[in-house]
């Protein structure tokens, strides 16, 4: 049972324009919702976070949404640069649990 | 600082063999995991250990033993490796969850990648 979605394998984007990736979640308890980059031979690294008391965080030309209701959560990247092409993993946790529960990852191309 | 450092980066072993990876971390965290990544499956975790002495399954443990040695070390052993665990294997380690609404970020090694014959 995968309880943290990413349904698209890999996102094509023109550099300067927005890249949205998307995620979605079942279980009712995750209450932290996390974003991890990784690139080829290197391991996963943490680019940005949100607490299920928020519905928005910023973070330069990064924004995570998150959409309680429909336990879905998505990674705005405006402007799309080259070095952002990588894979981008959802991750989400429930309060005492510190175990993370990731997603399967998007493969995201910035065409320059 | 180093962060979290794995040895080694990459081996191959035969079926049946076995082999230990090793993690360590110098950022004084509490937690620390084993995750393999396989291609179209994400990162699973396979065991962690939430403070020295503890250590506790994840999702995919079977064939699989760990180690924490001490706070700043966390090892996993393949006792008779079989071609299911080629994988890419992370080690993490992260802060200790407070109250209220403390972050769970967890810091990854490079990686081991293994292949077994």
């Known amino acids: 049972d995968q309880q943290v979605k990413q349904n698209s394998p890999s996102l094509s984007v023109q550099e300067g324009r927005i890249s949205i990736l998307n995620c979605d979640y079942t279980?009712?308890?995750?209450?932290?919702f996390l974003w991890y980059k990784k690139y080829p031979a290197e391991g996963p690294t943490f680019l940005i976070s949100i607490s299920s008391i928020k519905d928005k965080n910023e973070d330069g030309r990064f924004t995570v949404f998150l959409n309680k209701s429909a336990k879905h959560l998505s990674l705005h990247i405006v402007p799309s640069q080259p070095g952002d092409s990588a894979v981008y993993f959802c991750a989400a946790s429930a309060f005492g649990n510190e175990k993370l529960t990731f997603g399967t990852g998007t493969r995201l191309t910035i065409i320059p | 600082n180093a962060g979290v450092t794995q040895t080694p980066k990459f081996q191959v072993l035969k079926t049946g063999q076995s082999m230990t990876l090793q993690c360590a971390q110098d950022?004084?965290?509490?937690?620390m995991y084993w995750y393999r990544q396989d291609p179209g499956m994400g990162l699973r975790l396979i065991y962690y250990?939430?403070?020295?002495?503890?250590?506790d399954k994840g999702e995919v443990p079977n064939g699989y033993n760990v180690s924490r040695l001490n706070k700043r070390e966390f090892s996993l052993r393949l006792e008779s490796a079989a071609p299911s665990q080629t994988s890419v294997y992370f080690c993490?380690?992260?802060?200790?969850?407070?109250?209220?609404?403390?972050?769970?970020?967890?810091?990854f090694g490079p990686g081991t990648r293994l292949t077994v014959l």
């Open positions: 993490a380690s992260s802060e200790e969850r407070g109250q209220g609404w403390s972050t769970d970020t967890q810091y």
């Open positions: 279980n009712s308890m995750f209450d932290y």
């Open positions: 250990s939430a403070s020295e002495g503890t250590t």
């Open positions: 950022m004084n965290h509490n937690s």
